[in-house]
């Protein structure tokens, strides 16, 4: 059975760190890039991070660039975000991601989605 489970949300103050953890399990975890999301009620959904199991090459909006890092743990098949100096605006639900299209940015129906884990940061 197929399982993308997030985990390692919370509340935290602005200027506050969180580190996010993506556990996959059931299928091959290198044939996937490995992305994150966050999704806000009303808003457009936004990739804030992906890795590709191609090279290696990480990724990251102009919105959280040089605040947030992804890496990898292949032995535990798991992906990380660390989110340092946090915004208010930073608060979603994060949702990790296994892409078969890696990071190049298309939607693939066997993509594997996670039910997402809440970020809270306050003023």
């Not at 969180?18 to 009303?42: E, H, K, M, N």
């Not at 946090?86 to 939607?107: H, M, N, Q, R, S």
Request: with cysteine.
């Amino acid at each position: 059975e197929v399982h993308v489970v997030e985990s390692g949300g919370g509340l935290v103050q602005a200027g506050g760190s969180l580190r996010l953890s993506c556990a996959a399990s059931g299928f091959t975890f290198d044939a996937y890039g490995i992305g994150w999301f966050r999704q806000v009620p009303g808003k457009e959904r936004e990739r804030v991070s992906c890795i590709s199991s191609i090279d290696g090459v990480t990724s990251y909006p102009d919105s959280v660039k040089g605040r947030f890092t992804i890496f990898s743990d292949n032995a535990k098949n798991t992906v990380y975000l660390q989110m340092n100096n946090l915004k208010p605006e930073d608060t979603a639900v994060y949702i990790c991601a296994a892409l078969v299209y890696f990071c190049a940015g298309f939607e693939s129906s066997m993509d594997y989605w996670g039910k997402g884990t809440l970020v809270t940061v306050s003023s």
